[in-house]
């Protein structure tokens, strides 16, 4: 568990769910080192919430997370105060759960469109056999 002093995020990471973190804060509990732009499971043992990631650098070297609005009221943290954070990698299923609910409308469409391109080549399979 890392302890952090929350900020608000720039401008270009709003509805993205990047949350911005220096290299050597970014580990699991294993203490394991976390790669940049690598989607992790967040949570605040504080509030007992949780949510997904990309885990991004940032040029401060001071123990801050940067996260937006929209992940900090998911959190339950308030910018200005520090919290204990666990990171957590995720494997494929978390992955296409957070990429169906993700804030980023690009993230959706794109695995909607997978899956209905998924649904199509299935259907086109099974008709080929039968007929």
Same mark, same amino acid.
């Given at each position: 568990?890392?302890? $952090?002093?929350?900020?608000?995020?720039?401008?270009?990471?709003?509805?993205?769910? #990047?949350i911005r973190i220096p290299k050597r804060c970014r580990k699991t509990k294993g203490g394991k080192i976390i790669k940049e732009g690598e989607l992790c499971l967040v949570s605040v043992p504080k509030t007992k919430k949780s949510v997904?990631? #990309? $885990?991004?650098?940032c040029k401060k070297n001071q123990k801050s997370i940067f996260i937006d609005e929209y992940l900090r009221n998911k959190l339950g943290v308030e910018a200005g105060k520090e919290y204990k954070f666990v990171f957590k990698k995720i494997y494929f299923l978390d992955w296409i759960c957070w990429a169906w609910n993700a804030a980023d409308i690009g993230y959706r469409i794109?695995?909607?469109i997978a899956f209905i391109s998924l649904f199509l080549g299935i259907i086109s399979i099974i008709i080929s056999i039968l007929f």
């Open positions: 568990m890392t302890k $952090l002093k929350v900020e608000k995020s720039k401008r270009e990471d709003i509805y993205k769910d #990047i997904y990631a #990309i $885990l991004r650098g794109s695995l909607q």
